[in-house]
């Protein structure tokens, strides 16, 4: 595990970039992660994304299906790939602070 | 031309002993003929060289750190030297002693094993991936400690090796280069079968030293024990995504019905593999559509480890395994059914029906069945309305390995897809059913998706199986069937398999090259059902 500065915090990330611990996710460490993901910058539209998988996942401890997170942000997958290029799974979770999904997933 | 290494120089010092090279893989049919513009395969930054093991091929299934010092080498040699020593003690390894005897005793290194390995012949046949290269490394590092005489004797009794870091750091990377298909086993004119010994391998290393890939300790087995899936899924989240899959339903098919959730009095305990709930939701939508239309007396489980099926220990670890395995009987039997069905997960069928035979006494002894066998003597009882004609594609269908050659059930589900779709349109693979190759994903390649393992696992293991898929609705067969705006589909009914052929889809952009897509089996039989207006599959969904 590798540490990374999120200005000025220092998290443990993965070997894939993820950061840990989702408790420690803030809006800084969204905006640092959306980097990575080739989302230049977080619009209301990707905030709308990325609160409701958070939301999901400090209730249930698991990622939203991706249907759901369609579902329930109003939005179609074209329109999530749109917002985020490398997918709901890599890009949109990861930037709202959750760990690597596991499982056959 | 890539190095073909000897046994011998899986202990030299160097920092890498193989660099495959993408140009002289296995060749691919068309779209993929053209050698000079294969994808490339990903490496490894400098400084994750810096930090991790990577000096078999380039490639990490583990992310082992490094040793910084000659002693940190020496202790991890010695801790493996013992672990070997365990696998051969009555104590430690009754389960597995007798088997892994035979395999390494009688083996007369004949070869045909090599042939039949479709990481061997897919890699364009390098050397350090040849099945019995790496069982081979094994009987000598018995050999030279576990012989009489052994080190005094190593140059006249085949155990000539010198077993360093390096040695036995490669050894941990290449036992996870083999799919555990079996392939080999059925290949060898005396039933000797590497996969095994791979295993084996993988226990010294987890059971002995703690060293299993991520994935599937961590993020697995421990997981799973913990939270009750291994994808984190929790008894609260399993009711909320079974609310949404109802939901679902009704706006597919206008059926609106509540899934038996432990039903106390249900004859079956139907268990799925947790990750179709969130990854291909309509395969247990297919299945709830299906048992509901027959009428069958069933229930799910909501108690922890009781909706996932998957057992990783299968993989790795005969203690975690036997965990996982006690678990699912104890869920069964609480809920007082008389049989237990599983899903469309092929390594979940092979631990709970087969491998964990042996550890199964007494009222413990529930009956467990496949869905294959299940759902085949539901159609053929004509349960439900079909018309094939509206699974107007092209279809091949996969054999997942531990089904298919390992359980012997090949005819039951060619008997379910030739009954949903139209006449001539289903073809067979080449070889098929017992013979069958593996998706390249198997023994959890499918989910290890860290730094650059998924590459190898798409171009190396998975290419045999995607050559196969190409030539079943290649141009000798139709020379129209590629053609990309024609959907076809490989039905796949195992998570796993569904999961690596995504990968290897994706890495070789097959959807948008030649139309091929992937299923599951039960999602194709309610597609043909006439009760619904719309169709229940969609080719235009990817996920």
């Known amino acids: ?105 | 031309m890539v190095r073909q290494p000897g046994i011998k120089d899986i202990s030299e010092l160097s920092d890498q002993l193989v660099e495959l090279d993408p140009k002289e893989l296995m060749p691919l049919p068309y779209p993929y003929d053209d050698r000079d513009t294969q994808a490339d395969l990903k490496k490894l930054t400098e400084a994750q060289r810096q930090r991790l093991e990577a000096s078999l091929d380039g490639f990490t299934a583990l992310q082992l750190a490094i040793p910084k010092t000659k002693e940190e080498e020496d202790e991890f040699v010695r801790q493996f030297v013992t672990g070997v020593g365990k696998l051969l003690s009555e104590d430690d390894n009754w389960a597995f002693l007798g088997p892994l005897m035979l395999r390494l005793d009688y083996c007369a290194k004949c070869q045909s094993c090599a042939e039949a390995c479709q990481v061997f012949v897919g890699s364009g046949r390098q050397e350090i991936y040849r099945p019995n290269y790496r069982s081979e490394l094994l009987r000598r590092i018995i050999k030279k400690y576990y012989s009489p005489g052994g080190k005094l004797l190593a140059k006249f009794n085949g155990a000539d090796i010198d077993v360093n870091y390096k040695t036995v750091a490669r050894l941990a990377e290449l036992a996870y280069r083999c799919t555990l298909c079996r392939r080999c086993a059925a290949a060898c004119p005396i039933g000797v079968g590497n996969a095994m010994i791979t295993r084996e391998i993988r226990k010294v290393f987890s059971q002995e030293m703690g060293i299993a890939p991520t994935e599937l300790h961590k993020g697995g087995t421990v997981k799973h024990l913990a939270t009750g899936s291994s994808t984190g899924m929790t008894p609260a989240a399993f009711a909320d995504l079974v609310e949404f899959m109802e939901d679902e339903v009704e706006e597919k098919t206008g059926m609106r019905f509540k899934w038996p959730i432990d039903k106390k009095g249900a004859d079956i305990l139907l268990i799925h593999n947790a990750g179709e709930f969130m990854a291909w939701p309509e395969n247990p939508e297919a299945f709830a559509i299906l048992f509901e239309k027959a009428g069958v007396n069933y229930t799910l489980s909501s108690e922890l480890l009781g909706y996932d099926a998957v057992n990783y220990g299968l993989w790795y670890d005969d203690v975690q395994f036997a965990k996982v395995a006690l678990k699912h009987i104890a869920v069964a039997k609480k809920l007082g059914v008389k049989k237990i069905i599983i899903g469309e997960c092929g390594h979940a069928h092979k631990a709970i029906t087969v491998v964990a035979d042996r550890i199964l006494a007494g009222d413990n002894q529930i009956p467990r069945e496949s869905s294959y066998t299940f759902l085949a003597d539901l159609v053929e009882r004509g349960l439900f309305k079909l018309d094939p004609s509206r699974n107007n594609f092209p279809t091949t269908l996969h054999d997942p390995c531990n089904v298919v050659r390992l359980m012997g059930i090949v005819d039951p589900q060619r008997r379910v897809v030739r009954a949903v779709t139209p006449p001539g349109s289903f073809r067979e693979m080449t070889p098929h059913g017992v013979e069958n190759y593996c998706c390249g994903g198997g023994s959890g390649f499918a989910i290890m998706n860290a730094l650059n393992f998924p590459d190898w696992r798409n171009a190396v293991s998975g290419r045999m199986k995607f050559k196969q898929i190409l030539e079943a609705f290649g141009p000798e067969l139709a020379p129209d069937v590629l053609d990309p705006s024609q959907p076809k589909y490989v039905v796949a009914p195992c998570s796993n398999c569904k999961g690596q052929m995504r990968g290897t889809f994706e890495y070789f952009d097959a959807t948008a090259k030649t139309g091929i897509r992937y299923t599951g089996m039960v999602e194709l039989i309610v597609n043909a059902m006439t009760d619904f207006e719309k169709p229940f599959l969609n080719p235009e969904e990817e996920f």
Not at chain 1, 11 to 17: F, Q
Not at chain 1, 56 to 74: E, N, Q, S
Not at chain 1, 93 to 105: E, N, Q
């Open chain 1, 1 to 105: 595990m590798a540490l990374r500065d999120f200005g000025g915090q220092e998290l443990e990330i993965d070997e894939d970039g993820f950061i840990q611990d989702p408790g420690q996710w803030n809006q800084t460490v969204a905006t640092v992660l959306a980097q990575d993901e080739e989302v230049p910058e977080l619009t209301d539209e990707h905030w709308k994304v990325v609160n409701m998988i958070r939301e999901y996942y400090l209730k249930f401890g698991i990622a939203p299906m991706v249907r759901k997170v369609c579902k329930d942000t109003g939005k179609d997958l074209k329109q999530i790939y749109a917002l985020f290029p490398s997918g709901p799974a890599k890009g949109a979770c990861k930037i709202a602070g959750l760990p690597k999904p596991t499982g056959c997933v």
